[in-house]
């Protein structure tokens, strides 16, 4: 397992974090964005969309669970399970078909639909006073293989 902690004092150091991210992402990774209500996380995944190149409005998916994007080799979906209050609500929903070797998956709240896939990379992120700390994790030979090359 490989770990890289940061502090972001500033929502744009926050969008540069997503921007470094996006040219490393790969179709099949799965990125969990864990922290609290205010953390960061939808910040975060604008930032890799805007890296992308993606230009349109990046809402958080909290009321539609859901927010596909599309772009010319990609498929990214960016999850938003907060509202899910039954483990099981992942399998009624059918989005498990999502997760496949050419997704990209952003998920917010990962830990209230406990049988995800196994995360690429986990990104925790904590609010603080100045900005924020925001500690990645690679779970996998694909997760390390992309924290080894990101610089921010």
Not at 55 to 69: A, I, N
Not at 70 to 76: C, G
Not at 113 to 132: C, K, S, V, W
Request: hydrophobic content about 40%; some cysteine; aromatic content about 10%.
């Amino acid at each position: 397992m490989t770990k890289t902690t940061r502090f972001l004092a500033t929502e744009d150091d926050t969008l540069a974090l997503g921007r470094a991210l996006a040219p490393l992402l790969a179709p099949g990774m799965v990125i969990h964005l864990c922290g609290d209500l205010g953390a960061g996380k939808t910040t975060l995944a604008r930032g890799i969309l805007r890296g992308l190149g993606y230009e349109g409005r990046v809402k958080s998916p909290t009321f539609t669970l859901l927010e596909p994007y599309k772009f010319s080799k990609l498929y990214l979906y960016h999850f938003d399970f907060y509202r899910f209050l039954d483990p099981r609500e992942l399998e009624e929903t059918g989005f498990r078909e999502y997760f496949n070797a050419e997704s990209v998956c952003l998920v917010e709240w990962p830990e209230k639909a406990p049988d995800l896939p196994t995360a690429d990379l986990q990104i925790d992120m904590r609010a603080e006073a100045q900005g924020r700390t925001t500690a990645i994790t690679a779970h996998t030979e694909v997760g390390r293989r992309c924290l080894d090359k990101l610089t921010y």
